[in-house]
């Protein structure tokens, strides 16, 4: 069974740019959530989404937006990137709702900004 | 205060000991807990899940729930360097927010 797949694992952006993460659930879970991890601030949590539906969103800016298509695949977008929004992006997914909180994480799209 | 407290380590056990790792929570109405390990440049995966207050057992992993003192750990014996990890503590509060710990540095040396 393949794990969660997220692409591009590394990304060089500059100042002002965006930048969307692309996420693939394992196969039959529906639930998407993506965190940021920074040595600083550890895990966050950024958003989950569940049959294209945001059902929680952690305390971030505007400028972080995502989605979820009928695949259950989802994206994540960062526009007009800052200097500290640098971090190892993750995408987990879940046997939502039932299993909410056991989290399969993918290998992370690592992001530096410029 | 923080909604998920850890001592950031690091902690360092001999092999074979029993490493001992402590977590605690603000928000009384969370309902569930986790915890994952994630190794230097990996991501984390989950290793023990609690739902109900005492022990719960798997394998060498034991975590330990009390709702009452919001306060969860885990025991990890016959400790292996294999081990050596960060262990992260997370809560499931209300409609999904998930909350984590700063994590735990462990070191078990040889």
């Known amino acids: 069974k393949a794990g969660v797949t997220q692409t591009p694992r590394y990304l060089i952006k500059t100042r002002g740019q965006q930048v969307t993460l692309s996420c693939s659930p394992i196969?039959?879970?529906?639930?998407v959530s993506w965190y940021q991890q920074t040595p600083g601030q550890g895990l966050q949590f950024l958003f989950e989404?569940?049959?294209?539906?945001?059902?929680n969103k952690g305390n971030f800016p505007g400028r972080f937006s995502g989605r979820q298509f009928s695949n259950s695949r989802s994206e994540m977008n960062v526009s007009t990137l800052e200097l500290g929004d640098s971090a190892l992006y993750l995408c987990?997914?879940?046997?939502?709702?039932?299993?909410?909180?056991?989290?399969?994480f993918g290998e992370g799209s690592r992001l530096t900004v410029l | 205060q923080k909604e998920v407290e850890q001592n950031s380590g690091p902690l360092s056990v001999p092999e074979g000991a029993i490493a001992s790792l402590n977590c605690t929570y603000s928000?009384?109405?969370?309902?569930?807990f986790f915890w994952y390990r994630q190794y230097s440049g990996k991501s984390p995966e989950l290793i023990m899940s609690?739902?109900?207050?005492g022990d719960k057992e798997d394998g060498r992993f034991t975590a330990q729930l009390n709702k009452a003192s919001q306060y969860v750990s885990l025991l990890i014996r016959d400790s292996q360097p294999s081990d050596s990890a960060t262990y992260l503590c997370a809560v499931n509060r209300e409609n999904n927010d998930m909350r984590f710990g700063a994590g735990t540095r462990l070191t078990v040396k040889p």
């Open positions: 609690i739902y109900s207050n």
């Open positions: 196969s039959g879970h529906r639930s």
């Open positions: 989404y569940f049959s294209e539906t945001q059902r």
């Open positions: 987990a997914s879940s046997l939502a709702p039932g299993r909410a909180g056991e989290l399969f």
């Open positions: 928000d009384r109405v969370s309902q569930s």
